[in-house]
Structures are given as C-alpha cells and as structure tokens.
C-alpha cells in the first residue's frame, strides 16, 4: 500500500487569533486536526479578515474563528477552503474546546471543506454550495 | 405646611431619603414642585447611535480600536484580532483580570482593565446626564 495524500483525512486549520490559546492549544494537539495559529504568524496578528482568509486560502487552510463576519455574505462558498466558526453561545474556552472535540468525533468532518460550518454545543451546521444539513452531536 | 414639615414628611420615604440633607430647596428655588420637578429623574435617552456610542468609548480607551477591516469592526484590543467581548468572556470563566491574560497569553493586565473600561463606557454612554447634575 502506497503514501496518498488522498489518505489523510487530517483538515487543515488556520485557527483564528480570536480563539483563546489554551483552546487553539488542545485543537493544535488533536490528531485529526493540522493546525496552524494566526498568533503563531507575524503577519497575520492583529491582520484584517481578508489577509486571514488570503493566507487560508494560498496554504489550503480552513478558517477556525468564533468571529461572525466569516460568513457567506463575505466569503461566498466554494470561493475558499473553507470557513468552521464557533458559536457565540459557546461562551467560555471550555465550551469551544469541548464542541470542536465533539466536532472532530462526529464523522462529518471532512464535510468542512469548501463550506462554511457552524459549531454547536450540541450540534454542527454545514452548509455547501447545494445544500445545509445539520448534524447532531452523539451522546 | 412648613418647610420642616415637609422634610419629615419625605424622610419616612425610603426612595427620597437623601433629599433630608443639604440645604432647604425652598430656600434656593421659587417652589417646591419646581425643586421636584428637578430632582426627578427623566427618560434615558436611548436614541444615541451605537456607532457614536463606541465611538466615544474608544476616545478615552488607550488600547481598544476599532477598523471595519478586523473582525468587522467589532471592537478589539488594538493590535491584536481578539475581541472586546472574548476578553469579558475570559474574565467572566477565569474569574479575574489575570484569567483573562491565561486565557490570552499575549495580553497584558492593562489591555484587558482597558477593554473592561471600554465596555463599562459603552452601557453607561446612553443616558441623560442633565438630570444628574441637578443639586
């Protein structure tokens, strides 16, 4: 059996500086997550959405941001990786840490490419170009 | 009815008690309903935009910016793509200002005291100071 890149199942993250450092640590930690921080790149800190979105789309990074304006108002579908926020009611890092976890167990995952992703606590929110289809959390 | 009697008559009115101190009004002021027509509090005025709300609130922040290419223009700490009310979020799970510099490991102690103040100037902005400053 041959290496294909088709194999890795792991998404590709560009977590947003908005995300607190403790989360955007266990996320950066988690196995089917390649995860790279805007805080970890001089350019980008404290950078406008679109040098954000720019960088996400040049490296195949999906966007992982609690902020709302990475919407498809803004960033229409298909026209970037990708775009996984967390819901404002997830209030406190725990809560974010324990969605995206739930998120990278539920087996829709792979669905976050060229979509936009809404992260519940209890829920997740994918929407593609033909379609919306929500996912509830097992358990 | 005197002056004293009157006095008498508000001080067994919890709500009104603080006006048994000071000064007479009657001896300041023409009548007694025009003094209490000062002291009366008046409708806040919430018609103030928000935009000018934050706008202010910005003015006399050292570290809290605003630019409609970050985040929107949410309010943030400058220099920074972390939000305004992320920082409350962290302060509100941690517990204290320095929870929050946990939460956020390139804030200091003073940019998230700054973006506390800036949320206190934003909700105490929209109100009709005038009926404050009546003695």
Redesign the interface.
Same mark, same amino acid.
């Given at each position: 059996m041959y290496w294909s890149p088709l194999l890795n199942t792991k998404l590709r993250l560009l977590i947003?500086?908005?995300v607190?450092?403790?989360v955007a640590d266990v996320v950066s930690r988690m196995s089917a997550f390649n995860a790279m921080c805007?805080?970890d790149l001089p350019s980008l800190? %404290?950078?406008?959405?679109?040098a954000?979105m720019d960088y996400a789309q040049k490296d195949d990074r999906i966007v992982l941001t609690?902020?709302?304006?990475f919407n498809k108002t803004?960033y229409p579908i298909c026209r970037h990786e990708g775009i996984i926020r967390i819901s404002a009611r997830c209030?406190? %890092?725990?809560m974010v840490a324990d969605s995206i976890r739930k998120f990278a167990q539920c087996g829709h995952r792979s669905e976050a490419k060229h979509s936009i992703t809404l992260i519940n606590q209890d829920s997740c929110t994918i929407e593609t170009i033909a379609e919306v289809t929500t996912h509830r959390f097992p358990g | 009815m005197t002056c004293r009697e009157r006095r008498d008559d508000l001080y067994v009115r919890p709500a009104f008690s603080r006006w048994t101190t000071g000064p007479c009004r009657e001896e300041q002021q023409d009548g007694w309903l025009t003094a209490v027509a000062g002291e009366t509090s008046r409708p806040k005025d919430f018609d103030v935009p928000f935009s000018s709300v934050l706008e202010n609130a910005k003015q006399l922040s050292l570290f809290v910016d605003m630019d409609s290419e970050v985040l929107g223009g949410t309010p943030r700490v400058g220099g920074t793509r972390i939000p305004v009310y992320r920082v409350l979020n962290a302060i509100d799970e941690y517990g204290s200002i320095d929870g929050a510099t946990i939460a956020y490991r390139s804030l200091t102690v003073e940019q998230v005291r700054d973006a506390v103040q800036f949320a206190a100037h934003v909700l105490e902005s929209p109100v009709e100071h005038e009926a404050e400053t009546v003695d």
């Amino acid at each position: 059996m041959y290496w294909s890149p088709l194999l890795n199942t792991k998404l590709r993250l560009l977590i947003d500086e908005s995300v607190e450092d403790p989360v955007a640590d266990v996320v950066s930690r988690m196995s089917a997550f390649n995860a790279m921080c805007v805080r970890d790149l001089p350019s980008l800190k %404290g950078g406008s959405d679109r040098a954000v979105m720019d960088y996400a789309q040049k490296d195949d990074r999906i966007v992982l941001t609690i902020d709302a304006h990475f919407n498809k108002t803004n960033y229409p579908i298909c026209r970037h990786e990708g775009i996984i926020r967390i819901s404002a009611r997830c209030r406190t %890092g725990s809560m974010v840490a324990d969605s995206i976890r739930k998120f990278a167990q539920c087996g829709h995952r792979s669905e976050a490419k060229h979509s936009i992703t809404l992260i519940n606590q209890d829920s997740c929110t994918i929407e593609t170009i033909a379609e919306v289809t929500t996912h509830r959390f097992p358990g | 009815m005197t002056c004293r009697e009157r006095r008498d008559d508000l001080y067994v009115r919890p709500a009104f008690s603080r006006w048994t101190t000071g000064p007479c009004r009657e001896e300041q002021q023409d009548g007694w309903l025009t003094a209490v027509a000062g002291e009366t509090s008046r409708p806040k005025d919430f018609d103030v935009p928000f935009s000018s709300v934050l706008e202010n609130a910005k003015q006399l922040s050292l570290f809290v910016d605003m630019d409609s290419e970050v985040l929107g223009g949410t309010p943030r700490v400058g220099g920074t793509r972390i939000p305004v009310y992320r920082v409350l979020n962290a302060i509100d799970e941690y517990g204290s200002i320095d929870g929050a510099t946990i939460a956020y490991r390139s804030l200091t102690v003073e940019q998230v005291r700054d973006a506390v103040q800036f949320a206190a100037h934003v909700l105490e902005s929209p109100v009709e100071h005038e009926a404050e400053t009546v003695d």
